[in-house]
């Protein structure tokens, strides 16, 4: 299983766990779980409704590829741990990572 902890805009946590090998992303999970993402494009990284930001486990995650920071940098709320949850697949790099789910008004 993969353990990560999610923390919604409200501030409350919950840890999530997902077997290994689901085949999905953050963003999928997400909504599974769910957690309020819009994810409007359908995880194409066209319109970052599934911004989160990585509050600790950044450096165990893949690097950003040119379209998520092409996205990400239309966002004025983005910061330097900011990710797009559909670009994230759900594999043994995420575990023990924290994620808060960002909001306009609260990023």
């Known amino acids: 299983m993969i353990n ?10 919950k840890t999530v766990e997902v077997p290994e090998g689901i085949g999905l992303n ?5 909504k599974a779980s ?3 993402i819009l994810a409007t494009c359908g995880g194409m ?3 970052a409704t599934c911004h989160v930001r990585v509050l600790e486990g950044h450096d ?4 950003v590829s040119d379209a998520e920071l092409d996205i990400l940098d239309t966002l004025p709320t ?3 741990d900011s990710r797009l949850a559909c670009q ?3 594999d043994e790099c995420l575990e023990g990572t924290l994620f808060r789910i960002a909001s306009e008004a609260n990023s």
């Open 34 to 36: 769910e957690y309020d």
């Open 4 to 13: 990560f902890v999610v923390e919604d805009r409200d501030g409350s946590q």
């Open 88 to 90: 994230l697949r759900v």
């Open 60 to 63: 165990q995650l893949p690097p």
């Open 78 to 80: 983005a910061h330097d």
């Open 26 to 30: 953050l963003m999928e999970v997400l």
């Open 45 to 47: 990284a066209l319109c």
